[in-house]
């Protein structure tokens, strides 16, 4: 079975600090990983994806993968109250017709 | 990135019936997908709808139930048969693009 490992939260964090987002994947065939944001009564939007071991920097956004480990997360710096989402890991399984698993996710609520 | 219109965005149906969920790309897109997200809880994928071939459902779906078509690169539809209250959640398709997924905006469906 090929899963997407989240800690749930929530997770609260107060307005401007570095909110840090984890999740671990099963599959160590995957090349993609994903992280979506989706506000309450929305559907996901993409906020960033990685492919290859290390950090790639968007803006506010730091994904950090480790193929090793088996480990991706998501740093959102000076974090900012229209932040708070919960926040979905996603990965594109080794083999797949480019599907992706999701995770549970992570819900974020950033404190003013 | 595309941009995808999904229709309808809520509805009421009556147990036994069925509904059609129908889903527009603004440009072509090679695969489309079918997510399931009942309330409070992460994303299930339902099937992989390809053009001009039978879309492939993941294990707990099956055709009778959740029949889809994709006549070409930019159209797909998923129909829910015979629902009973289960059904109730909200149903989302995704294009493939060349940096992940873009969703189209959901469905929520209650069944009464």
């Known amino acids: 079975q090929k899963e997407v490992e989240q800690n749930s939260g929530p997770l609260s964090v107060p307005e401007g600090a570095i909110a840090s987002l984890n999740c671990t994947y099963s599959?160590?065939?995957?090349?993609?990983f994903f992280w979506y944001r989706q506000y309450s009564g929305k559907s996901p939007e993409l906020i960033m994806f990685i492919y290859s071991n290390g950090d790639k920097e968007d803006g506010r956004f730091t994904a950090q993968l480790n193929k090793a480990s088996q480990y991706v997360s998501l740093l959102i710096r000076d974090s900012q109250p229209s932040d708070s989402a919960t926040y979905l890991c996603a990965f594109s399984p080794g083999g797949s017709q480019g599907n992706l698993i999701f995770g549970k996710g992570t819900k974020l609520s950033v404190k003013p | 990135s595309a941009v995808i219109s999904q229709k309808p965005s809520r509805d009421i149906c009556q147990r036994g019936t069925s509904l059609t969920i129908q889903c527009q790309v603004d440009s072509q897109v090679t695969m489309m997908f079918w997510y399931r997200q009942q309330p409070g809880q992460s994303l299930t994928l339902i099937a992989t709808?390809?053009?001009?071939?039978?879309?492939?459902?993941e294990s707990g779906f099956v055709i009778d139930k959740f029949p889809i078509s994709r006549p070409n690169l930019t159209f797909s539809t998923l129909t829910v048969s015979n629902m009973s209250p289960e059904d109730s959640s909200i149903y989302l398709c995704?294009?493939?693009?060349?940096?992940?997924?873009?969703f189209g905006s959901g469905t929520r469906l209650t069944v009464v």
């Open positions: 599959d160590r065939g995957s090349q993609s």
């Open positions: 709808a390809n053009q001009g071939s039978e879309a492939t459902y």
């Open positions: 995704a294009g493939q693009t060349h940096y992940g997924y873009t």
